[in-house]
């Protein structure tokens, strides 16, 4: 074969697998505008990740024994939602004797667990909800070290409830925007009523999707009558709504999900009349805000985010910041006043990145960048205990 033949083969072959990438490509955007598929691409529920693991033996994550008690709520799905009641550390250790008499895995009762009545009958007990991100459950990646962090602040008083949403892990049923957030609001309900915790002694933790729930729960109770405002919201890695999560989606941070797509904007805005899941929290952001503001209830919420995130772009979160705090005054709070006159305060902490507060009378919306963290890494953080701990003083 001459060289001249060899290359014409060479090229025929790429523009064949060019053909073939852009034909599989075009397919894979048919699939999405089907909502069975499009709710396994934004929830990727089926990627469980403890696939051997059993979460009914925590023991088996790097908890001490009887520390979790594994249980169910009921959620309006008739299904049962399955959760972690989390002790913290210190109170395990006072209370060591009495655990470690009691069963263990799930518990068809928790009120009858000791670990349950340590947490509703302290008077100063607080509460951590927390709402994980896509894929995987309770038990799995940097969620272990994140439920540590969050009741780090005091490890006598911090008590961690998490979850997982319908569809995954031991959850039944399938994910929708509007089950995801029935699921959560009926945890958030279940720590009201059955706990007996009251609101200010609820934190809410989102990360990831988990932030997007986190604002809808949060939207929702502040817009019940009497409204319910907890203590504070911590949001790592939010985004603005779906939509513009998957325009600038990354897959492993290198492949644009759906780039090729969003440069052409009348082909992207077709594709986002099939998005079923939208999870607008830019909206929500605001219309929480909004209710507090007039309602004057205190509300506190902390955006945590890293710059090398590349699952969700740290922009999000500088754009979510400006949606609360345009959210804030009545007329709105422009970008460049935002930049130049209102903020609260602005701190350059060098490699540990940028703290940004802007607060009224009523709240205060606090921005902080990391420079490093990566989309989960994050989660187990300091930054994340501190959040915490400030929301908890600022009561
Ligand atoms: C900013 O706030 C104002 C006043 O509430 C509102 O009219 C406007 O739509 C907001 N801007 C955005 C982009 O949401």
Redesign the pocket.
Known sequence: MSVGSAVALLIKHASLSTAVLVGLYASFIGLLTLDSFQTHVIYLHKIQMTWFKDLNTPEIFGFLHNQVTPFGIPSPSGNAVFAWHILPIELYRKNEVALLAESSGYTQDIRTRHAFKLLREDPDAILAIHMHGAAGTVGSGYRVPNYRALSAGDPNKIHVLTFDYRGFGRSKGTPTEEGVRQDAVAVVQWALEVAEIPPERIIIFGQSMGTAVNLAVAEDFALQSPSIVFAGHVLVAPFVDAATLMATYQIAGTIPLLGPIANIPPLFSYLKRYLVHKWSS??RI?AYI?ANEASGAPYRITIIHAEDDYDVPWTHSQELFW?AV??T?????SRVELEHAGLDEKHDLGPAGTVTKWATETGIVREEILKTGLHDVIMGNQVVTLAVMRILDSR
Do not use: S
């Not at 005054?329 to 709070?333: E, I, L, R, S």
């Open positions: 830019k909206d605001a909004h949606h345009n959210a005054k009545p007329n709105g709070v």
